[in-house]
């Protein structure tokens, strides 16, 4: 019978790879095999997680918008470089190196901690303009009706970012995307009039002020690498204001060793989307930015920010004192926000009250 001599044969081949077992020489050499085979995975896995652990390159939202333009054949309107240079950062965050690693459940980008950082921190940046383009920009007036696309958009970048299944998140920020072109397509549609970008100041500044919140929360986290005492001040100028829960008067507040790295990437990667979006908005908002003689401040906040995406030539994120005999990383970059953060703080009310 055929099924029983197949049965025959696999049988047979198992009692020799169990009498292999058996000769020393024969465990050797299968150890030296195995062995080799989990370095050479070992060494896929390592060289893999450094090709995908590499941030994306940063690019000029003019020349992007331009090229998408030609491509769509769209019209080059108000508004356009910002709303391109949104989708292209959400494709970035899809369709970069290994893709959207956050939500990963296999190796090796299970082990990788430091983009998946880096991703959330682009991610809060595109939940911010999205919801500040559907909020103000996109809008005439508090009683306008909103954008039917930027309705849809929103919401879709606030899903869930770390859903493997039932839906993933990838499909999620993807419908976010086609959105997002829909209204970019009604934008740039000389016949059509229902999609709108004011550029106006105040619309600049409502989302600098989120921007700058955004900003400051990332200063004090980075700062809270060497721990720090916190004096509370959270009801300093008005006497007679209140808060829920009494705190003490002075608390320490220290980032756990663990999580340093975490807080370092999530940073970089948010700025690294802030970035682009400073710089777009450099282009649609340019004329009231000159009126207000705001531009210079608007390009020293970028430079700022800037300062903060060179290369980290260590291999991990140092953490030692401020004036230590190693660097901490946290800090260094803590100072560029900082920094960044007053600007725009000034930039803000510049574009306020002129």
Avoid at 14 to 27: A, E, G, K, L, Y
Avoid at 56 to 81: C, L, W
Avoid at 206 to 227: P, T, Y
Wanted: charged share 20%; proline share 5%.
């Amino acid at each position: 019978m055929p099924t029983n001599s197949f049965l025959q044969r696999s049988r047979q081949v198992w009692w020799n790879i169990i009498d292999s077992f058996r000769d020393p020489d024969s465990r050797r050499q299968i150890s030296k095999a195995l062995l080799l085979i989990t370095s050479i995975i070992l060494f896929i896995f390592i060289v893999i997680m450094l090709w995908w652990g590499n941030p994306p390159s940063a690019f000029d939202p003019e020349v992007n918008a331009r090229k998408i333009a030609s491509e769509k054949q769209h019209e080059m309107v108000t508004g356009y470089t910002s709303t391109a240079t949104l989708i292209t950062i959400a494709n970035t965050l899809l369709d970069k190196p290994g893709g959207y690693l956050t939500n990963d459940v296999m190796p090796p980008s299970v082990w990788m901690d430091n983009m998946p950082n880096w991703e959330f921190g682009v991610l809060v940046q595109i939940r911010d303009y999205s919801r500040s383009l559907r909020n103000d920009i996109s809008r005439s007036q508090s009683q306008s009706a909103e954008d039917k696309d930027l309705i849809i958009a929103e919401p879709q970048f606030n899903f869930n970012s770390d859903s493997w299944l039932f839906p993933p998140t990838e499909s999620e920020y993807r419908d976010g995307i086609k959105a997002l072109e829909s209204y970019l397509a009604r934008l740039a549609d000389p016949q059509r009039d229902e999609a709108q970008f004011y550029a106006r100041a105040d619309n600049l500044a409502a989302w600098l002020g989120i921007a700058e919140k955004r900003l400051g929360s990332l200063s004090q986290r980075l700062s809270a690498s060497v721990g720090k005492i916190q004096i509370n001040t959270a009801l300093a100028g008005d006497p007679e204001a209140h808060q829920s829960t009494l705190t003490s008067p002075e608390r320490v507040t220290k980032t756990p060793w663990l999580e340093i790295d975490d807080v370092f990437y999530e940073a970089r990667g948010s700025i690294w989307a802030m970035i682009h979006l400073l710089k777009a908005a450099e282009h649609d908002f340019a004329d009231v930015l000159q009126k207000k003689n705001a531009l210079i401040s608007l390009r020293q906040i970028i430079r700022e920010l800037e300062a903060t995406q060179a290369t980290v030539w260590s291999p991990i994120i140092l953490n030692g004192s401020g004036f230590g005999l190693f660097a901490n990383h946290s800090l260094v970059m803590a100072s560029y926000v900082s920094r960044a953060n007053a600007a725009m703080i000034d930039l803000r009310r510049l574009l306020e009250q002129g």
